[in-house]
């Protein structure tokens, strides 16, 4: 079964917005509305292609395996938000005006150490 909260919490942790993961899953944002707000479930393909947008294992979005407390107090976040802090500053004053993906691949890593540590 399928955890709507589970796909959220890897989403704004991956910090993308629905329409963005949409475009990378090839669906509209409405159709992960639907998945988010427990409307309709993924399809098993769609589900394969979120988790590897995500990039976390597909068993992250099942439903019944424990939540994580995953907020800015957390030490993860914490020192990777700072890191990233660091590389956006960086890249500013080197290239400015272009994208900034530090903070994805901040919250990417932490949501990799959390799918590790409920996977134990």
Known sequence: MFD???????????????????????????????????????????????????EVPIGFFAL??????????????????AHARSLHRAAAAQSPGLPRPHRAQSRLGCISEVSALSDS
């Open 4 to 54: 709507p909260a589970r796909l959220t919490q890897a989403r704004q942790l991956a910090g993308l917005t629905k329409t963005a993961l949409a475009q990378h899953v090839g669906v509209k944002a409405a159709a992960v509305g639907q998945w988010e707000s427990s409307t309709t479930p993924p399809r098993p393909d769609h589900l394969t292609r979120v988790a590897e947008v995500l």
């Open 64 to 81: 019944g395996r424990p939540y994580a407390r995953l907020d800015a107090s957390d030490r993860c976040l914490r020192r990777r938000n």
